[in-house]
């Protein structure tokens, strides 16, 4: 099972950037797939959900209206597009297949830096 996060690096405030996180090994299709960051010193925080199907997606207040998760089951692959970048959405990005224990999956992580 794997999940590969990419896309990630340096951008400057008011900027974009569109991560990937591929998946293989498990029936990507049939999971919510969902998008966490953490910033250091904070804990992980959930930015992005969205249903197997792709019908419905879901964010907190902190990043509506400027992330926007997608997924293309055809590649096994789930996209978070990030508009209108802050400073404070500076963060490890990770991708996650949740699931009962052991059938809960993790990415490694990708950067994000939002600076000037």
């Known amino acids: 099972v794997q999940l590969v996060e990419s896309g990630g690096g340096l951008v400057q405030p008011g900027g974009s950037l569109r991560l990937s996180c591929a998946a293989s090994g498990f029936a990507f299709s049939s999971y919510v797939m969902r998008w966490y960051r953490q910033a250091p010193g904070k804990e992980r925080e959930l930015v992005a959900s969205i249903t197997s199907g792709g019908v419905s997606t879901g964010y907190p207040e902190s990043v509506r209206g400027r992330f926007f998760i997608s997924r293309d089951n055809a590649k096994n692959t789930v996209y978070l597009q990030m508009n209108s970048l802050k400073p404070e959405d500076t963060a490890v990005y990770y991708c996650?297949?949740?699931?009962?224990?052991?059938?809960?999956?993790w990415g490694q992580g990708t950067q994000v830096t939002v600076s000037s």
């Open positions: 996650r297949a949740p699931g009962r224990p052991p059938y809960d999956y």
